[in-house]
């Protein structure tokens, strides 16, 4: 079902910009996201990141070694993408771009539909193998602040999200 439905609307190894499209279908059909450098410590981004996800009525997963068997808002942590014992629809990786490498494999072995990297975070080579096994890839961009722009919510913290303005809209002009 979700494999058939989110499928790149743009040119595979394109990963400088995205259709909103793309990035609202992911959002719509996502249901159960690993993040992968999962923090317990409330001052990080993947902490508030995963807040954030979860308010949206996500189940995000925790994934870090350091931690694993603790708890993260909630939920159990694990050391691996392999020891989570449900389907994962999405992988997000909140690890450097050379660590994105393995964690994109691991994705590819579990089974996951999206691998979403981070800002900041970009493995070429990662996306091309993920792509070659049938999985969307995002990169250089945050699911907390794309679902908040394309809802509009970005406007209340100051951010030009482009998607709502105050500035009435020009009309085409007849001829």
């Known amino acids: 079902m979700f494999a058939n439905t989110v499928k790149p609307s743009f040119e595979k190894g394109n990963h400088e910009t995205y259709p909103d499209a793309l990035i609202r279908r992911i959002l719509r059909e996502v249901k159960v996201i690993a993040m992968v450098g999962a923090s317990p410590d409330w001052n990080r981004p993947s902490y508030f990141a995963m807040k954030y996800l979860q308010a949206k009525g996500y189940r995000v997963i925790p994934v870090n070694p350091k931690v694993a068997g603790d708890e993260i808002l909630g939920e159990k942590v694990y050391a691996s993408l392999a020891d989570i014992p449900e389907k994962i629809d999405m992988v997000d990786v909140f690890r450097n771009s050379a660590a994105a490498g393995p964690i994109t ?37 945050c699911p907390k602040i794309e679902f908040g722009r394309l809802n509009g919510e970005l406007g209340w913290h100051g951010f030009n999200s482009g998607v709502i303005s105050s500035k009435r809209r020009k009309l085409p002009q007849k001829a």
Do not use: S
């Open 105 to 141: 494999d691991e994705a590819i072995a579990i089974g996951a539909k999206v691998v979403w990297m981070q800002l900041g975070v970009r493995n070429d080579e990662a996306a091309e193998r993920a792509e070659a096994a049938g999985l969307t890839v995002i990169m250089n961009r």
